[in-house]
């Protein structure tokens, strides 16, 4: 079994945050073995994650087209990048992780994200879960990691503008040509359940899969540019992240 669980929301909601949790929750409970993506030009999924940030996908397509690298006799460009990105794979214990990486000109990817498509569909069904943390917008997700998802997370804060921002971004994904099984919501850094938040998801007909509290530690941790798996166990967010993972991921 495969599956690949997505992450989105707007910025700065906590994506990257939530994905490292998750990712932090399969490793304990030996879901393993996981492929944890980092999707986000900007992301700081590695650090989030106690990782170096290295280099990204992007960078060795760039770097092949630059120095217009030849190709090895017999070796085709589908199975060069393969090898690329095999070298490329962050492996730690727990996980291993792949940057896609920021593109630093304005350069046609039309080609190589189809060829990537292809390499990454092969490459995450050697994992048992792949966890993919999003840019705000959802460009990557539809063009370069995967054609179908089986839990796309949508993390929002708990104010009504940004629950229905979360409603936006679940139609604009509707659009993209991604096959996704299961939509849900999280409303992250819930300070208080409000009637008008209760209300407002329900106007959404989004899905709420858990919320999950203002946790002053992940923001220490952040700050201090340590990783959030640090997050001790009586933390009131891993609590709900742990019963959010029991419900909507464990089995899929
Ligand atoms: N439940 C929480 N309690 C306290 N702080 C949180 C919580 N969730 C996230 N944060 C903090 O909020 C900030 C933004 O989180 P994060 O980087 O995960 O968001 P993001 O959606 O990935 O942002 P971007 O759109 O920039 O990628 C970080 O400093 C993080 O530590
Ligand atoms: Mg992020």
Redesign the pocket.
Known sequence: MSAIIGFA?K????????ASLVISWLVKNKKTPILAIDA?P???LAE?LGLKDDKGIVQIVDEFSREKETLPTGLSKERFFEQKIQELLNETDGFDLLSMGRPEGPGCYCYINNVLRGIMERLTKSYMYTVI?N??GMEHLSRRTARAINVLFI?SDETPVGIRSARRICDLVKELEIKIKSTYLIV??NKNTSEEMTKEIKNSKLKLAGT?????Q??KL?AEGKPVSELRDESP?KKAIDNICKSFIDGI
């Open positions: 929301g910025g700065g909601t906590g994506k990257t945050t939530v986000d900007n992301s700081t989030t943390d840019e705000a993390i992250n850094r999950i509290p203002e946790d002053e992940i923001y952040s967010a």
